[in-house]
T-cell receptor, first 115, second 109 residues
Framework: DAGITQSPRHKVTETGTPVTLRCHQT?????MYWYRQDPGHGLRLIHY???????DKGEVSDGYSVSRSKTEDFLLTLESATSSQTSVYFC??????????????FGPGTRLLVL | GDSVTQMEGPVTLSEEAFLTINCTYT??????LFWYVQYPGEGLQLLLK?????DKGSNKGFEATYRKETTSFHLEKGSVQVSDSAVYFC????????FGAGTTVTVRA
């Protein structure tokens, strides 16, 4: 199994509060990704990182920000959580040698409920 | 933009039945194609992949062939087991990974 951990694994929060999710990898992979999983939508990319301090937006980035200050850690922040951000969040990593073909490895997920 | 369409579930089968999950895609380039599987309570893991037309990916008895002429990558398994119960996602990678909605498969003993 790829060495990816996510914390917390479960979180309940209230609308309007800030929330930070953490992804930690031990593989020294260059690329890291944040996805959200919702019924009927599969997984949708929120943000990704292609190196320390190098990040870019995905298809559903509104309301989210990210930071990567170390190769092994990628943080996802909901500045002011809303009920529409209730979801399961997955972190993924890939080596970044050939982004067209290579496999992404996924973490176990964080289940977030915004009341 | 790129997109993936896969057959809607849920799919319920008996053990040893034949499984097919249809997947078609739309892409402007020449993507790689993937099937990921998600077992209950877990993250996604790669099941198989194909990187060019006519390639066949296979793993754990599952197979899928990259058909450029029909823009398809259907997943098949000849004899399913209870342990194959999971959600299956078709995905394409044309610089970024785009997923289908997922198909829930339940295999009954």
């Amino acid at each position: 199994d790829a060495g990816i951990t996510q914390s917390p694994r479960h979180k309940v929060t209230e609308t309007g509060t800030p929330v930070t999710l953490r992804c930690h990898q031990t593989e020294n992979h260059r690329y890291m990704y944040w996805y959200r999983q919702d019924p009927g939508h599969g997984l949708r990319l929120i943000h990704y990182s292609y190196g320390v301090k190098d990040t870019d937006k995905g298809e559903v980035s509104d309301g989210y920000s990210v930071s990567r200050s170390k190769t092994e850690d990628f943080l996802l922040t909901l500045e002011s959580a809303t009920s529409s951000q209730t979801s399961v969040y997955f972190c993924a990593i890939s080596e970044g040698l050939d982004t067209y073909q290579e496999t992404q490895y996924f973490g176990p997920g964080t289940r977030l409920l915004v009341l | 933009g790129d997109s993936v369409t896969q057959m809607e579930g849920p799919v319920t089968l008996s053990e040893e039945a034949f499984l097919t999950i249809n997947c078609t895609y739309t892409a402007t380039g020449y993507p790689s194609l993937f099937w990921y599987v998600q077992y209950p309570g877990e993250g996604l893991q790669l099941l198989l992949k194909a990187t060019k037309a006519d390639d066949k990916g296979s793993n754990k008895g599952f197979e899928a062939t990259y058909r450029k002429e029909t823009t398809s990558f259907h997943l098949e398994k000849g004899s399913v087991q209870v342990s194959d119960s999971a959600v299956y996602f078709c995905a394409l990678n044309d610089y970024k990974l785009s997923f289908g909605a997922g198909t829930t498969v339940t295999v009954r003993a």
